[in-house]
């Protein structure tokens, strides 16, 4: 079945460090890949997505490339600030329907 | 209200009681479900309706009970549940059609079974 499939945690860096999380995935069709990032005591909220190999979804300073040919989805951020503090979740849609597979997060801590 | 609102949230509960989640969305969606989040594990999916219909069940045993009386309003009802059920439960909403894929969570309910 379908599975998403990122980088252990948690990952703590210093303000102004670049950030990349890990995610890969598999899936029998062409899914639709996406990052959720859920702030503390909040719910998840989308942060960016793509639909299609080679796109690039960025929101906020993150980016992510759909690499087809690695299955991969990976984060970056080039500069991360302690408002970044979060746990970021990567999940794949592969039915063009709205059901979500997660990966398990990654937590994130930022220090000033 | 905006968004998606869930009440109570945090629950305290004895194997033996019945409780009840709340879940309200203010978004005009048709879509609603219940996601368990458990720590260092993917979010699992546990229920989706579909204007007011359950389109899916992922096994979830039966001491968790869904109830979703319109569009707007889903509920999960609690019966004699055990510890390892110890959890963050969250409730969702979608435009089911527009295939976006973006759904919109509540903050959650955290469930302590002792």
């Known amino acids: 079945g379908d599975s998403v499939t990122q980088m252990e945690g948690p990952v703590t860096l210093s303000e102004e460090a670049f950030l990349t999380i890990n995610c890969t995935y598999t899936?029998?069709?062409?899914?639709?890949l996406f990052w959720y990032v859920q702030y503390p005591g909040e719910g998840l909220q989308l942060l960016l997505k793509?639909?299609?190999?080679?796109d690039k979804g960025s929101n906020k300073g993150f980016e992510a490339t759909y690499r087809k040919e690695t299955t991969s989805f990976h984060l970056e951020k080039g500069s991360v600030q302690v408002s970044d503090s979060a746990v970021y979740f990567c999940?794949?849609?592969?039915?063009?329907?709205?059901?979500?597979?997660f990966g398990a997060g990654t937590t994130v801590t930022v220090r000033a | 209200e905006t968004g998606v609102t869930q009440t109570p949230r945090h629950l305290v509960m004895g194997m033996t009681n019945k409780k009840s989640l709340k879940c309200e969305q203010h978004?005009?969606?048709?879509?609603m479900y219940w996601y368990k989040q458990s720590a260092k594990k993917p979010l699992e999916l546990m229920f989706v309706?579909?204007?007011?219909?359950?389109?899916e069940n992922n096994s979830v045993p039966s001491r968790f009970s869904p109830e979703c009386p319109n569009s707007s309003h889903l509920f999960l009802h609690l019966h004699t549940l055990q510890p390892e059920d110890s959890a963050l439960y969250l409730c969702?909403?979608?435009?089911?059609?527009?295939?976006?894929?973006?759904?919109?969570f509540g903050e959650g309910s955290r469930l302590t079974v002792l």
């Open positions: 969702a909403s979608s435009q089911e059609g527009l295939n976006t894929g973006e759904l919109f």
């Open positions: 899936a029998t069709g062409y899914p639709s």
């Open positions: 793509a639909t299609k190999a080679d």
């Open positions: 999940a794949l849609s592969d039915r063009g329907d709205y059901k979500l597979s």
């Open positions: 978004l005009g969606h048709n879509a």
């Open positions: 309706y579909n204007f007011k219909e359950q389109t």
